[in-house]
């Protein structure tokens, strides 16, 4: 028994150690782990919660942080002053700037925007938060659901090429592969270019388009599919393989790089990321595709 | 015109990486053992070269300019490997097991529904996770948030809030001593 919490206070030792971006000590960590099966154990059983708690520590509503509490900025803001002096001065100052989001092929990530406000990016997405509030997302590239419940908030704006959405209390998609932009709703309304068209795209639509377009035309769409990439699941219906081999890209982490020809093709069903990944093969018979070995990647191209 | 356009931009991405990869390559082949060897420690048993390849494979495919501390980069990758799969190995383990305690259950029985149960379950766990949270000294779980959710370094969060080392090490401790406690009775609840 003692034995036991003794080795788990050593796992909490080497989390805390290794979880530091700066860790270099690998070969004493390795060390340790070689000393017995049971301390791998009980290093990843707390390295697998803390993983599993993240998103739900990031999800809380910063009540017990008031410097994260957007909408009663300024009330928030004297009431932070007093009761966190420190903390205030070294997060408020800097949440006036932009911040930068990254993430790598295959990850996912879980981003607040205050409240019960979620940004989801898929992998290989790089996105800016910026303005006062931090809810204006400049999305450079890649795939994002923005999960909007928190009442009372001020409207998110995202803003991808030269395309503008506005939310109306929401949830929705945006991929941004190359020039072109895909949104789907599957919650509320999506305002697109307000300035401009102030197109509204509903809950079971769809807006594709791409930097230049003059004109914007919403679609019905498979809203079944809105944020399936966070749960390792793809769906489609009658989706351009271009777009497919893009969301494959994100959530696998391989470099799946269709021809020219392929990438019109169209494509109805569901993938799953796990078996994908594990069988990148699988795609061939999946996709009706042909596939080859190229570099660290694969390049995909129609059927002889 | 949009085909020609997509085409130009794959093989530009392709042949930047692998400018970027060579460098990087040696380094990972200069390690191929202590990775196998830190691999096996963390239990990947007979997976392991099939995991350092799918290690290679990610690296290749996410990194795309020069890397400051490439070791570094290469062990902790391999880290984040074996927790997510060890993660989804519970997971699985965990899923069995509600899975035969579910079939058990009578047919029609409310239990058996799962969407609102689970969505009362979601609310459930946030409030306790939010309370639990709460019990926390708030700047231990301000050190928590920059050192996890914004990436600062523990060196960074010592000088900016004016503490040592030893400090930000022990609120941390706090922090992921709470979490997995909860994690715990998350579980039971």
Redesign the interface.
């Known amino acids: 028994m003692t034995h036991d919490s003794d080795r788990r206070e050593a796992a909490l030792d080497w989390l805390v150690r290794t979880n530091d971006p700066e860790f270099a000590g690998w070969a004493e960590f390795t060390a340790w782990l070689e000393e017995s099966a049971a301390n791998a154990d009980a290093y990843h059983a707390l390295a697998g919660y803390e993983a599993e708690m993240l998103p739900l520590v990031e999800a809380v509503p910063a009540a017990a942080e008031p410097t994260r509490q957007p909408q009663r900025r300024r009330l928030a803001l004297v009431a932070g002053v007093v009761a966190f002096a420190a903390a205030a001065t070294a997060i408020v100052a800097p949440r006036m700037m932009p911040v930068d989001y990254s993430t790598g092929p295959g990850e996912v990530r879980i981003v607040s925007l205050g409240g019960q406000d979620q940004l989801v990016m898929n992998g290989d997405t790089k996105l800016e938060l910026a303005g006062w509030d931090r809810r204006t997302v400049q999305l450079g590239q890649g795939q994002v659901l923005l999960r909007l419940r928190e009442p009372g908030q001020d409207k998110i704006e995202l803003i991808t090429g030269d395309l503008k959405l506005v939310d109306v209390g929401t949830v929705f998609e945006v991929s941004r592969d190359g020039p072109e932009t895909r949104l789907l709703v599957s919650e509320g309304a999506v305002i697109a270019d307000p300035a401009g068209a102030g197109l509204k795209v509903a809950a079971g639509q769809r807006l594709d388009t791409q930097d230049g377009a003059t004109v914007l035309q919403a679609m019905p769409a498979d809203i079944s599919s809105v944020g399936s990439f966070e749960r390792g699941q793809l769906s489609y219906l009658d989706e351009p393989l271009g777009h497919v081999i893009a969301d494959l890209r994100r959530s696998t982490g391989i470099d799946f790089s269709p021809s020219a020809a392929i990438s019109t093709r169209r494509f109805t069903g569901t993938l799953s990321v796990a078996e994908v990944k594990r069988d990148p093969r699988s795609l061939e018979p999946l996709l009706g595709i042909s596939m080859e070995r190229s570099g660290q990647g694969w390049r995909l191209g129609g059927k002889v | 015109m949009?085909?020609?356009?997509?085409?130009a931009?794959?093989s530009y991405?392709?042949a930047d990486?692998?400018m970027h990869?060579q460098g990087l390559q040696q380094i990972f082949e200069e390690n191929r053992e202590?990775l196998l060897?830190?691999l096996r420690?963390?239990?990947a048993g007979d997976s392991a070269e099939d995991l350092l390849q799918?290690l290679?494979?990610?690296i290749?495919?996410?990194v795309s300019g020069p890397i400051a501390?490439p070791?570094?980069y290469l062990?902790?990758a391999a880290?984040n490997l074996?927790?997510d799969r060890?993660?989804?190995e519970?997971q699985a383990q965990r899923r069995d097991v509600e899975w035969s305690g579910l079939a058990d259950r009578l047919p029609g029985s409310a239990a058996n529904d799962p969407s609102p149960e689970r969505e009362l379950d979601g609310r459930r766990?946030?409030a306790l996770?939010?309370a639990e949270?709460?019990k926390?000294p708030?700047?231990a779980?301000?050190i928590?948030?920059?050192?996890?959710?914004d990436?600062c370094?523990?060196?960074e969060i010592a000088a900016?809030?004016?503490l040592s080392a030893s400090t930000i090490?022990s609120d941390?401790?706090l922090v992921?001593?709470l979490?997995?406690e909860?994690?715990?009775k998350l579980d039971e609840a």
Not at chain 2, 2 to 7: P, Y
Not at chain 2, 144 to 149: C, E, K, P, S, Y
């Open positions: 949009r085909d020609a356009i997509q085409t931009q794959w991405r392709a990486s692998i990869h202590p060897r830190y420690a963390h239990g799918e290679w494979l990610k290749a495919a996410t501390a070791r570094n062990f902790r880290t074996m927790i060890r993660r989804s519970a766990r946030l996770v939010e949270l709460a926390l708030p700047r779980l301000s928590f948030r920059q050192h996890r959710i990436g370094t523990q060196r900016a809030m004016g090490e941390l401790r992921y001593r979490l997995a909860l994690r715990e």
